[in-house]
């Protein structure tokens, strides 16, 4: 079993930048992909980034050069490091991970780009 916990979310005027954090239970953490996803009111959720166990990431082309995802294994966390923040980037964000065939979810943590 893992539970997530998502923090860092809020409201940021465009251009602004925001750290997402997202804290992670259970025995195992290092060696496991971590996904951030993001829900746009009356939009389908999608994928914003992903970083494997060994640290290779990847990006959505809306958010490349913008957002970097990290991870401390120590400290079971992952990261989303948002940056230059557009109006379009208003969404719950959501951490994700897997384990075998089960999906584990956070509960979310609302961004807001607004002025």
């Known amino acids: 079993q893992v539970q997530l916990v998502e923090s860092g979310g809020g409201l940021v005027q465009p251009g602004g930048s925001l750290r997402l954090s997202c804290a992670a239970s259970g025995s195992i953490f290092s060696i496991y992909a971590m996904d951030w996803y993001r829900q746009a009111p009356g939009k389908e959720r999608e994928l914003v980034a992903t970083i494997s166990g060994g640290g290779s990431t990847n990006y959505a082309d809306s958010v490349k050069g913008r957002f970097t995802i990290s991870r401390d294994n120590a400290k079971k966390t992952v990261y989303l490091q948002m940056n230059t923040l557009k109006p379009e980037d208003t969404a719950v964000y959501y951490c994700?991970?897997?384990?075998?065939?089960?999906?584990?979810w956070g509960q979310g943590t609302q961004v807001t780009v607004s002025s």
């Open positions: 994700h991970t897997r384990r075998g065939s089960n999906e584990y």
